[in-house]
């Protein structure tokens, strides 16, 4: 069944591949209702539409995924109410990476771990990219301590450049690294830049899990090995294929054109892996990274 685009959310359908049971989207956002939920006034962009977790769970209904993690949204900068209620509301389907600032609360992260969330995400780019970020890597330093008690992981929204100068002490932090969206490639720049081999050298090194998301926004959602992602998505694999879990993005915020539509990023996925890696992407790499329960 196809489920065309609306003021609430992006197109979605039904994959031409059956998902295996225990399916996870390991990426996607919770936004609204902003009546109950509003948005920061100095966060990165105010969606047009709220997409709250209704939307998300009869998406995954229809396209068969059971499980989901839910990643805190920049346009709530460190307000994490809208997620929280999610994961209290669904406690056994889903899981959550929060935003912090780097002064709160051991007693408010465990409380955050008894509902389910299981990381932190961080950000960087350089500042001539116009990002702004309420949680950076030296937050991600001050932090480090306190989400090892925790058995968190760091996930990692970040720039190749940066990821290049700061890979010691990331090694150094004794946690495990999740990188967003393939590790943001720079296509034109092929596997072999030295970047991207250290996120190689990071994933086969068993320190770094990797997210097989947002292909489209790089080079397109065309499913053959042509599509200029194929050799980035596939060298991730070679790494490390039991430290890779697929996001599916959704919904797909800060989009220029029209949304990408689930199930074909699904069926993308099912052409570029054989049935176990996709199973294992699917879902036992998540349930490891992400603890959930048979």
Not at 63 to 70: E, K, P, S, T, Y
Not at 116 to 126: E, N
Not at 143 to 171: C, F, K, N, T, Y
Request: net charge negative; hydrophobic share 45%.
């Amino acid at each position: 069944m196809e489920h065309g685009a609306s003021a609430c959310q992006p197109a979605y359908s039904s994959p031409r591949h059956i998902l295996p049971a225990g399916a996870c989207d390991s990426h996607l956002h919770v936004l609204g209702p902003r009546l109950r939920f509003p948005y920061a006034a100095a966060g990165r962009y105010v969606p047009a539409a709220d997409v709250p977790i209704e939307a998300c769970l009869d998406m995954h209904d229809e396209v068969g995924i059971a499980r989901a993690v839910l990643v805190q949204s920049s346009s709530y900068g460190t307000d994490n109410r809208a997620m929280l209620d999610a994961l209290r509301r669904y406690p056994g389907r889903l899981r959550g990476v929060a935003v912090v600032a780097p002064d709160i609360s051991p007693k408010c992260l465990r409380d955050m771990h008894e509902l389910g969330v299981r990381g932190l995400r961080f950000k960087q780019f350089p500042a001539e990219q116009g990002h702004r970020a309420v949680a950076d890597l030296q937050a991600l330093a001050r932090l480090a301590g306190p989400m090892r008690e925790l058995g968190w992981h760091a996930q990692l929204w970040i720039d190749p450049e940066v990821l290049l100068l700061s890979e010691p002490m990331l090694r150094g932090l004794d946690l495990p690294l999740v990188f967003d969206h393939l590790g943001q490639p720079r296509i034109g720049d092929g596997v072999q830049a030295p970047a991207f081999q250290t996120l190689l050298g990071l994933l086969g090194d068993g320190i770094a899990w990797i997210k097989l998301s947002a292909v489209y926004r790089f080079a397109g959602i065309e499913a053959d090995r042509g599509n200029r992602c194929f050799p980035f998505h596939d060298a991730l694999l070679r790494a490390n294929p039991g430290h890779a879990v697929w996001g599916s993005d959704w919904p797909h915020v800060q989009m220029a054109g029209p949304p990408p539509d689930v199930g074909r990023l699904l069926d993308l996925l099912a052409g570029w892996t054989d049935a176990d890696t996709w199973r294992g992407i699917l879902v036992d790499n998540p349930a490891t990274l992400y603890g959930f329960e048979d």
